[in-house]
């Protein structure tokens, strides 16, 4: 059964995107409004796009000036939020195209091995227009570029509403702004893809963006949102809801409290299942049928940051982080399962640091939780300085995936695999349920 959130995102997808139907073409995966060569906004333009609001450079060996120049804009940023003025929702209204079904060459960059498109580039897209969506939000007319650094701090939820995309039929995202705090600002997008004469949609997605100076050292205050009407009012109700409920996932964190006296009865009978029965002792641990030790199923790798994958401020781009942890986790699962596993959701992705260019990237893919056909995959990534050796954390990602057969249990150890194997259920939890 799906979640009360789940149903909702689902229940309010209407709301944002739009019908798309105007009559058969001749090619199945051309869209009528990309094929009739009518303008609009295509995806391949979006950092481009970017990089003209804020006046970064293209060019590497600029970097250093271009960041020197937008020191100066920090005498143009608000002393409160009551200086800007009010937005509406329509205001940073964005319609991106991706055409699969009319360029080849952009195809290929989209196709995985199973001739399927690879989930981690619409990663990448995803966090670009939520970016561009947040600067069409604050964006002011009399200024020639933007003093804020609009940067990822969280993906709060992707809901896959289809398995499916087809890797030669064009692609369309939709998205707004739905919610402001202060300094943060919420983005739910809607992916949809040209199929049987008619978009269907394929995914629901909500980020959350922070505003900071031009240094990208303190917050800055955002435009405040005005919503208008009855659908605009459930969602900014919603966006409410969803900082409430992060604010309690965060106090209630295994990391930092005691897990409930339901969880530890899991964790105890979990413990109980493993001991030698003939020995009966607390070292003796035996793997039970049709399971696998949480040890046994991790995935690692590592990235060296290179400039190619820098974003608009010089750091590493939030999307390329997510398309390796992404496939790293994937990897993970199809290795678990035995199987080419399905995305189902991705959930709860915090950008604790950015990672700077040159960095060593470690990566750690570790299935946490299973249930059934289902496996919450947990990737783990930090950056290591070599000549410190000091590790520091930079993101958190958690995927649920789907498989066609039932997967072998996982089953934890230590205490410490206990609390990410709980994590896991908490996780899948709130993506599927568990009523």
């Not at 001749?26 to 481009?48: F, I, T, W």
């Not at 590497?60 to 939020?81: F, I, K």
């Not at 106090?251 to 020995?279: C, G, Y």
Request: aromatic share 8%.
């Amino acid at each position: 059964m799906l979640s009360p959130r789940f149903r909702f995102l689902r229940s309010v997808a209407s709301l944002t995107t739009r019908t798309f139907s105007r009559g058969p073409v001749s090619l199945q995966g051309k869209a009528p409004d990309m094929s009739e060569g009518n303008a609009h906004l295509l995806m391949s333009n979006v950092r481009n796009r970017l990089r003209e609001i804020v006046g970064a450079s293209t060019n590497w060996r600029d970097h250093q000036q271009a960041l020197a120049d937008r020191l100066s804009l920090s005498n143009q940023l608000a002393g409160s939020q009551d200086e800007l003025p009010v937005r509406r929702m329509k205001d940073s209204y964005i319609e991106a195209h991706l055409p699969l079904g009319t360029d080849p060459t952009l195809r290929e960059k989209y196709l995985n091995y199973l001739k399927g498109v690879r989930f981690g580039r619409i990663l990448e897209d995803l966090d670009s227009l939520a970016v561009l969506i947040c600067y069409s939000h604050t964006h002011n007319k009399t200024l020639q570029r933007s003093p804020l650094s609009i940067v990822t701090a969280l993906v709060d939820k992707i809901d896959m509403r289809k398995q499916i995309i087809h890797p030669d039929c064009d692609i369309k995202f939709t998205g707004h702004v739905t919610w402001v705090g202060k300094t943060s600002i919420e983005a739910k997008m809607h992916m949809s893809q040209y199929h049987g004469g008619a978009y269907t949609p394929v995914l629901d997605a909500t980020f959350v963006m922070v505003a900071r100076d031009p240094e990208n050292k303190r917050a800055a205050f955002v435009n405040p949102l005005k919503p208008e009407g009855i659908e605009e009012e459930k969602l900014f109700h919603q966006g409410e809801i969803n900082k409430t409920r992060r604010i309690e996932l965060s106090t209630a964190s295994l990391l930092k409290v005691a897990p409930t006296a339901e969880e530890r009865k899991i964790v105890h009978s979990l413990f109980l299942n493993t001991l030698d029965s003939k020995t009966v002792s607390f070292r003796s641990r035996v793997l039970p049928p049709n399971s696998v030790w949480m040890e046994d199923a991790k995935v690692k790798g590592l990235e060296i940051c290179h400039p190619q994958e820098r974003n608009i401020f010089n750091r590493i781009f939030g999307g390329f982080l997510m398309r390796k942890a992404y496939e790293l986790g994937w990897a993970n699962a199809c290795v678990y399962g035995g199987c080419r596993p399905n995305l189902v959701a991705v959930d709860d992705i915090l950008f604790r640091k950015p990672v700077e260019i040159g960095s060593l990237l470690l990566l750690s893919s570790q299935v946490c939780y299973t249930e059934g056909k289902y496996i919450q995959v947990r990737v783990h990534t930090e950056v290591l300085d070599p000549l410190t050796r000091q590790h520091n954390t930079t993101n958190v990602f958690h995927f649920t995936f789907v498989t066609d057969k039932d997967v072998p249990n996982i089953v934890p150890q230590s205490y410490g695999e206990s609390m990410l194997y709980l994590d896991g259920k908490r996780h899948f939890n709130q993506t599927l349920g568990s009523q």
